[in-house]
Structure formats: C-alpha cells, structure tokens
C-alpha cells in the first residue's frame, strides 16, 4: 500500500471554528509532513515529524497546531484561522534513512475556505 | 535547505513531441528529486537522481544530473495530453528538507 490517504477532501470554516485535517498512512513510513500550498504557487513546509516528535516547524502561526498519535496518523488542528489561510493542505510521509531524506509520498490534499 | 530553480517556467507542446525542463541549484546535494502535480492535486513523485549518478530513466522520463554546473534536466519523451501538469525539482543536501521552486508548467494539446 503506498497511499497517503487525507480527510476531508474539502472544508470550508468560519474563522471562530476548530476543525482537525487528518492524515493516515501504512507505509512504515516514520517521517510525516504538512504543508500548505496557495494557488499557483509551490507547497510550502509547515512541520515535520520524525518518529512521532515534531522535529520541524517553520514558524507558522499558532492556529494551527499538529499532532501525531501514532506512527501511521498525523492531524493538523484549525482554530481561529483567517482567510488568508485558505489554501490547498498536503500531506506527505517518507522514511527518513542515513542522512538524507528520501522520497515523499503525497496524499490529495484537503481544500481550506475559511469565511 | 536549498531551493531549485525550474527554467522554463511555462512549457506549451503538442502531444507526441518531447518536453524538457530544467533545474539549477546553488550548493552541493545528496540527490535531487522531480515531483509532478496534476491540478490541484497532491504531487507525485516522479525519479530520485544521486549525486554520484549522471543519467536515470523511468518509462518516458529521463533525468540527467551535472553536479559541476549544479543543473538537472528531466525529458519526458512523446508527451501525452494526461502529461500536463506543473513539475517541480527538490534538490536535497543533508538532513535538509525539500523545498520546492515555482515549477515548470507543461501544457500539452492534443
């Protein structure tokens, strides 16, 4: 199974609500990433997760807010987003080996509109 | 990490024809990787290239790597219409994360 699976597929939220983007893979995969992509531009890091320990965060905001229960799930948690945070969010996992990190796998990413 | 650079940034052809894009970094690298993304989709990942490696195929796709200009180029031969897509490099140094650049978006008609 080499799926990066993301739910929900599109959400759209006012900007007083809580919502959690969740992501799943059974790849054995121990590194696991968001990031966040607005239109027409590239994705842009948000975390990085190694073994379950958030290893990266590249400044972002404290609204949103990452997590990873187990080795196979990682959830990005909404809270008081703004407009400006509506974008497409990808996932992507990748088993981190030597001292290089190898190919990531995307899942299909979970539309954002905040109103 | 580091950042590629992807030339050019639009590429229009028609099918059948071969498609080249290319990939310019600034620091030394472990390996360099091309993604493909559909539109709005998530991206796939298309070849990783060493750094001790030159060429590297994949069914259509062709990857080449000059450490000494710190350029790649992917050639993606007798291009279809399911080719379109943007196509973006990460070269990767150490632990370093990826990092992608604007891509290159290849339109392919019919």
């Known amino acids: 199974d080499t799926e990066v699976t993301q739910t929900p597929k599109h959400l759209v939220m006012g900007m007083t609500n809580k919502k959690s983007l969740k992501c799943e893979q059974h790849?054995?995969?121990?590194?696991m990433y968001w990031y966040k992509q607005k239109a027409k531009k590239p994705p842009e890091l948000m975390f990085v997760y190694s073994y379950e320990k958030l290893s990266i965060n590249e400044s972002v905001p404290s609204r949103f807010s990452p997590e990873c229960p187990n080795s196979s799930l990682l959830n990005l948690h909404l809270h008081a987003l703004q407009p400006e945070d509506s974008a497409l969010y990808l996932c992507?996992?990748?088993?981190?080996?030597?001292?290089?990190?190898?190919?990531?796998?995307f899942g299909p990413g979970t539309r954002l509109t905040v109103t | 990490s580091q950042q590629g650079e992807e030339d050019p940034q639009a590429l229009s052809i028609q099918e059948g024809e071969n498609a080249t894009m290319n990939c310019s970094y600034k620091t030394s690298i472990n390996n360099l990787q091309w993604y493909r993304q559909n539109s709005g989709r998530g991206l796939v990942h298309l070849i990783l290239i060493r750094s001790n490696e030159r060429e590297k195929h994949s069914g259509r796709l062709r990857v080449t790597l000059d450490t000494s200009k710190k350029s790649s180029s992917l050639l993606i031969t007798a291009s279809r219409a399911a080719d379109t897509a943007s196509y973006f490099c990460?070269?990767?140094?150490?632990?370093?994360?990826?990092?992608f650049g604007k891509g290159t978006m290849l339109l392919v008609s019919p």
């Open positions: 790849m054995g995969h121990r590194a």
């Open positions: 992507a996992s990748s088993q981190p080996t030597g001292n290089s990190h190898y190919e990531q796998y």
């Open positions: 990460a070269p990767v140094s150490g632990y370093s994360t990826l990092t």
